[in-house]
């Protein structure tokens, strides 16, 4: 069962329930999380006695009926303030001097850039409700984390590639979320942020001393995700294949040598050839 079905179907769960649903006392152990009430032990799907005390506290913060599961502590849990917070103001977007001040520095075409943010994040770099678009990918996190959550958080943890666990959009999110929960640095670590979707691991890369300053940045605005890729192409030596639209090379040290699979490189060109007739 999932939280939403409470919701919809106005249920009335025990705590006694979630002993024999570990996927909805994951959900419910990440959301709390999320909501600010860290959970001992992490969203690990078994409730106990850490969980009943986060969850007490979250009823009791907002005015809930303590053991009760319902419509009510479903709705406040699935409309909690969203970790980051909500941005209630418009987010900047780059202009065309942005992309053509970017363009003189890497001493490249602007359309070559503008192809980039096409092909990796449709021209955006935030969701509507100000959040900065991620995708978050689980090797990472299995590869970050010593493939220690492998067996109890499938979802966020596996030591190969499968696209079928992304679950896109903002839920990208709850995926993330859940990780932060269990290792907060591997999981930012573990998403790609922005505009530009740079993997969080790469954030030394992009000028950073910490993973924590490349996601403030990242949250920032899509001018400061523009200053992290150019320190990011310029220190993995991508400049070269942006000025000559040497897309496959481009492709294969961007997005790794699976780039193929995906028609990266033809993408890439397409986009390209759109912004270059203007």
């Given at each position: 069962m999932k939280l939403e079905?409470?919701?919809?179907?106005?249920?009335?769960?025990?705590?006694?329930?979630?002993?024999?649903?570990?996927?909805?006392?994951?959900?419910?152990?990440?959301?709390?999380?999320?909501?600010?009430?860290?959970?001992?032990?992490?969203?690990?799907?078994?409730?106990?006695?850490?969980?009943?005390?986060?969850?007490?506290?979250?009823?009791?913060?907002?005015?809930?009926?303590?053991?009760?599961?319902?419509?009510?502590?479903?709705?406040?849990?699935?409309?909690?303030?969203?970790?980051?917070?909500?941005?209630?103001?418009?987010?900047?977007?780059?202009?065309?001097?942005?992309?053509?001040?970017?363009?003189?520095?890497?001493?490249?075409?602007?359309?070559?850039?503008?192809?980039?943010?096409?092909?990796?994040?449709?021209?955006?770099?935030?969701?509507?409700?100000?959040?900065?678009?991620?995708?978050?990918?689980?090797?990472?996190?299995?590869?970050?984390?010593?493939?220690?959550?492998?067996?109890?958080?499938?979802?966020?943890?596996?030591?190969?590639?499968?696209?079928?666990?992304?679950?896109?959009?903002?839920?990208?999110?709850?995926?993330?979320?859940?990780?932060?929960?269990?290792?907060?640095?591997?999981?930012?670590?573990?998403?790609?942020?922005?505009?530009?979707?740079?993997?969080?691991?790469?954030?030394?890369?992009?000028?950073?001393?910490?993973?924590?300053?490349?996601?403030?940045?990242?949250?920032?605005?899509?001018?400061?995700?523009?200053?992290?890729?150019?320190n990011f192409i310029r220190?993995?030596?991508?400049?070269?294949?942006?000025?000559?639209?040497?897309?496959?090379?481009?492709?294969?040290?961007?997005?790794?040598p699976g780039y193929a699979?995906?028609?990266?490189?033809?993408?890439?060109?397409?986009?390209?050839?759109?912004?270059?007739?203007?």
């Open positions: 079905d409470v919701s919809v179907h106005d249920l009335k769960l025990t705590y006694d329930n979630l002993k024999a649903d570990r996927e909805l006392t994951r959900q419910i152990q990440t959301l709390v999380t999320s909501a600010g009430v860290p959970v001992k032990g992490g969203a690990d799907g078994l409730y106990g006695g850490n969980t009943k005390t986060a969850i007490d506290a979250f009823c009791a913060a907002r005015g809930l009926t303590p053991g009760i599961i319902n419509k009510q502590f479903a709705d406040a849990l699935l409309n909690r303030p969203q970790v980051p917070a909500s941005v209630t103001t418009a987010i900047a977007k780059l202009t065309d001097q942005d992309f053509a001040d970017c363009a003189t520095t890497l001493n490249c075409q602007a359309a070559a850039i503008r192809a980039v943010v096409a092909v990796e994040s449709a021209g955006g770099g935030f969701f509507a409700d100000g959040r900065p678009k991620i995708l978050f990918e689980a090797k990472y996190f299995h590869k970050l984390t010593n493939g220690q959550y492998d067996k109890s958080h499938p979802n966020i943890s596996s030591p190969v590639w499968d696209k079928s666990l992304y679950k896109g959009g903002v839920r990208e999110w709850d995926r993330l979320n859940e990780a932060v929960a269990l290792d907060r640095n591997a999981a930012l670590q573990s998403a790609s942020w922005g505009l530009f979707q740079i993997m969080g691991a790469n954030y030394k890369a992009c000028g950073f001393t910490s993973v924590e300053d490349f996601v403030a940045a990242m949250q920032r605005s899509e001018g400061d995700q523009l200053k992290a890729f150019v220190s993995s030596k991508l400049d070269g294949f942006l000025r000559s639209r040497d897309w496959a090379s481009f492709a294969k040290g961007y997005n790794g699979k995906n028609q990266y490189d033809k993408k890439l060109a397409a986009a390209y050839g759109k912004y270059s007739k203007g």
